[in-house]
């Protein structure tokens, strides 16, 4: 049974990606509603080989939605998500809006599938930060196994996180520095090509950044564990697609290298890379970006710790961080709900 899909913010970086793998895993869609802002409404674009027309987002009937997902900014969530909920439409949000709240189920298929059935309080699922969704993919079977006490992770993030314009914007300030030209600044507050900008999001009264936060919190509530300590580091660097991180952990049974590699060969979403020679790791361009996985590599036991495990993972954040986790929870939606 096909359903009528919404996708609000059709015309950003991971509105184009829900389009793009909604048609590439069939997902049965009867009518695609493309909504994007004024400006954009009217205009065209294509899905599974069909033009569609762009409409605005202000004055769009939910009621004929079965599943709208969201993707256009938590403001626009904040106004329109509720009205979708309200109007029947199951909403699929992919800001940081209702991630938070009590009766808002936040879901990674491959983490906690189960929370999906909560859907039925407010009509809203969330889903996770990209830097969230893949530090637990790969974290999910070493927690199940012998139990996260803490995480240290550092992260080095894609610009493609920001959206198109700071994709744009070190694109630019490449072309710029090689021509010898003094680049344009905007997105962010110093030049991120050739550099590293240690903020990502605003600072808030601890001095961590709301990124940082993002991931202790959310990584608390999907694991439905808050004895799980998590110290992040969020950095933005001049990548286009794909989130590196580094994840140092410590766990209450000790767990061997070889059994947490082992472990993570068997979980579906992941795929072990991880020879100890030149290039025997995943990274971001070449092995990541555009594709579905979470990839972990450099896994070995921690030379400072008893019961420490460190690891390297890296995924597309526009896929599986953002647009592809939205569809797979659509189609445990359409298996269970429809
Ligand atoms: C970023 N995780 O990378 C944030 C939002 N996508 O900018």
Request: with cysteine.
């Given at each position: ?69 969201f ?7 904040a106004?329109f ?46 889903n ?26 550092a ?30 600044v ?12 240690p ?6 009264d ?98 400072s ?34």
């Amino acid at each position: 049974n096909a359903l009528n899909i919404a996708v609000v913010g059709a015309t950003g970086a991971v509105g184009e990606a829900m389009l793009e793998i909604l048609a590439e895993r069939k997902f049965p869609v009867a009518k695609l509603y493309a909504l994007a802002s004024a400006k954009s409404a009217g205009d065209t674009l294509m899905f599974a080989g069909k033009s569609v027309l762009i409409e605005d987002l202000a004055d769009f009937d939910f009621s004929q939605v079965d599943i709208a997902l969201f993707s256009a900014g938590a403001s626009v969530s904040a106004e329109f998500a509720p009205k979708a909920a309200a109007a029947g439409a199951i909403v699929i949000d992919n800001t940081s809006q209702f991630r938070y709240d009590e009766d808002v189920p936040l879901v990674i298929p491959e983490v906690n599938p189960e929370a999906i059935a909560e859907h039925k309080k407010r009509g809203i699922i969330a889903n996770p930060n990209c830097s969230t969704i893949q530090m637990l993919v790969a974290l999910k079977p070493i927690h199940d196994a012998a139990g996260i006490t803490r995480i240290n992770v550092a992260t080095y993030q894609a610009v493609s996180g920001s959206g198109k314009k700071a994709i744009n914007e070190l694109a630019g300030q490449t072309a710029k520095l090689l021509n010898g030209q003094s680049p344009d600044v905007e997105v962010y507050p110093k030049q991120i090509a050739f550099n590293v900008i240690p903020q990502i999001d605003a600072f808030q009264d601890n001095g961590y950044t709301k990124e940082e936060m993002k991931m202790v919190w959310e990584t608390q509530k999907i694991l439905a564990d808050d004895t799980v300590s998590v110290n992040p580091s969020c950095v933005r660097v001049p990548v286009f697609f794909g989130h590196s991180e580094a994840i140092h952990l410590e766990t209450r049974k000790k767990l061997s290298a070889e059994q947490a590699k082992l472990l993570l060969a068997k979980v579906p979403g992941v795929e072990l890379v991880d020879e100890p020679v030149d290039g025997g790791y995943a990274t971001a361009v070449g092995d990541a970006s555009g594709k579905d996985a979470v990839f972990v590599s450099r896994v070995r036991e921690d030379i400072s710790h008893p019961n420490g495990l460190n690891l390297w993972t890296v995924s597309d954040n526009v896929r599986k961080g953002a647009a592809l986790n939205s569809v797979q929870i659509a189609e445990i939606l359409l298996k269970s709900y429809f």
